[in-house]
């Protein structure tokens, strides 16, 4: 299957500081990718989508000030999550739908996991 | 998008079939079945998907009913290497949306 990239794969910061978390389609061009969020314990919540070429679309509560998303280029999308607190603690997650394969199937990231402090 | 049932856990014996149910009841004609797995602290892993026929992969087999209201992954010879999160996903067909992720059922491998 295609392969989605992200770095960094953990991360650990000062609350007040801004992280960005990268999602990188290594063998496909997405021009759709997806951003998730998972609590310990819980489902993947979808935060946002990530359109190339244009302004992400936010899920109800995701904050678009504080998430902040950029779709650059048909490979890459990044998450930064600014002014970090800890409560923003989480596993982030981003897929891509690969547009040479069957539609709806998309391939996920192998996360990044993020600790304020 | 239909909602789907799935049981909260299971147990398997190594080597023995995992046969893990999904009721979809109000899906749609034009909605697939997919189906991923999540292994602890990693990000999730697609398995399978259908529409309407049983389909096998390298993987896993998916056999549907015949009024697409539930389906059945089965993973032939369980290894420990399954224990994982699995999640059953409805979606529309060419939607371009993203994937919604219930609870899912906890397989549970042992020897």
């Known amino acids: 299957g295609a392969v989605v990239s992200q770095h960094p794969s953990r991360v650990i910061c000062k609350s007040g500081t801004s992280v960005k978390i990268e999602c990188r389609s290594l063998?496909?061009?997405?021009?759709?990718m997806f951003w998730y969020r998972q609590f310990p314990k819980k489902s993947l919540m979808l935060m946002a989508t990530?359109?190339?070429?244009?302004?992400?679309?936010?899920e109800q509560g995701v904050e678009k000030d504080k998430f902040l998303i950029n779709h650059a280029s048909l490979t890459l999308s990044t998450l930064t999550v600014t002014s970090a607190h800890p409560e923003d603690s989480s596993f982030y997650i981003c897929?891509?739908?690969?547009?040479?394969?069957?539609?709806?199937?998309?391939?996920f990231g192998p996360g990044t996991r993020l600790l304020v402090l | 998008d239909a909602k789907t049932t799935q049981p909260p856990s299971m147990d398997c014996a190594e080597g023995r079939a995992a046969n893990l149910p999904c009721n979809h009841s109000?899906?749609?004609?034009?909605?697939?079945v997919y189906w991923y797995r999540q292994i602890h602290s990693q990000g999730p892993q697609y398995i399978i998907h259908?529409?309407?026929n049983n389909e096998t992969n390298e993987m896993a087999s998916l056999i549907i009913t015949e009024d697409r209201k539930s389906s059945t992954l089965i993973l032939p010879h369980a290894t420990l290497r399954d224990t994982a999160v699995y999640y059953c996903?409805?979606?529309?067909?060419?939607?371009?949306?993203?994937?919604?992720f219930g609870k899912g059922t906890t397989l549970s491998v042992s020897s």
């Open positions: 996903i409805v979606i529309k067909s060419q939607a371009g949306t993203a994937l919604i």
């Open positions: 063998d496909f061009q997405a021009t759709t």
């Open positions: 990530s359109n190339e070429g244009s302004k992400a679309t936010y």
């Open positions: 897929s891509a739908r690969d547009p040479a394969g069957n539609q709806e199937t998309q391939y």
């Open positions: 109000t899906i749609s004609g034009n909605e697939y």
């Open positions: 259908g529409l309407k």
